[in-house]
């Protein structure tokens, strides 16, 4: 009997269900699932071309183009008019961009061309939610308002390019416990410290944040 390849059959299905997560900070009436829902196609391409929905779309084909067929974004993936769903959703956060493929991050107020600490003065970096999604994932991008990367930095992986010394400045983290994050590498009283710097719309965002 021919011996299975695991590793090949791993690789082939990590490549074909690999997802990617999207970061950002939302800049109001967001496409909602619902939004999603009442279209005849269950499509985000079905949404009309509209601002928010273009940053959507955009999302969507910059995960294309990395190579990946799923995409997740929190503003139309999670049913927030289901609390146990929204709950849910939350408290599973850092695991899902733990886990993702890959997760963009979209700078809406960082003008094309990006300069040198554009990144780190960012409104991104000042939202609770985002210190999780920059710690969790082993791979990220940064992109500018006109998703372009960040720097023009074409490397296969942001956690592993000058960017990261840029964030470890911003916020007093070695760029290696940035690029190699895990919950234990910081105390509580750091984790404090780095929600303490960190805005949220209401309280319980902010503890959320920090799961």
Not at 149 to 154: E, F, I, K, N, V
């Given at each position: 009997?021919?011996?299975?390849?695991?590793?090949?059959?791993?690789?082939?299905?990590?490549?074909?269900?690999?997802y990617v997560m999207f970061s950002h900070t939302w800049q109001g009436s967001e496409p909602t699932f619902q939004d999603?829902?009442?279209?005849e196609s269950k499509s985000v391409w079905g949404l009309p071309d509209t601002l928010l929905n273009k940053k959507l779309h955009n999302f969507c084909k910059a995960t294309r183009k990395l190579g990946y067929n799923w995409a997740r974004s929190d503003t139309c993936c999670i049913d927030k008019s289901t609390s146990s769903i929204l709950n849910q959703s939350l408290t599973s956060m850092y695991k899902w961009y733990a886990n993702s493929a890959a997760t963009l991050v979209f700078l809406a107020g960082v003008a094309h061309p990006s300069k040198p600490g554009d990144l780190s003065r960012s409104l991104w970096m000042t939202r609770a939610w985002t210190l999780q999604e920059l710690l969790s994932p082993t791979i990220?991008?940064?992109?500018?308002?006109?998703?372009?990367?960040?720097?023009?930095?074409?490397s296969a992986n942001h956690k592993e390019s000058e960017i990261m010394q840029e964030l470890a400045d911003a916020i007093n983290i070695p760029p290696g416990t940035i690029a190699a994050f895990s919950p234990d590498d910081l105390g509580v009283r750091e984790k404090l410290r780095l929600a303490s710097t960190r805005n949220a719309t209401i309280d319980?965002?902010?503890?959320?944040s920090l799961i």
């Open positions: 009997m021919k011996e299975v390849d695991e590793e090949w059959i791993q690789r082939v299905v990590a490549g074909f269900f690999g999603v829902k009442q279209i990220i991008f940064f992109y500018d308002a006109e998703w372009k990367l960040y720097l023009g930095d074409t319980e965002d902010a503890a959320y």
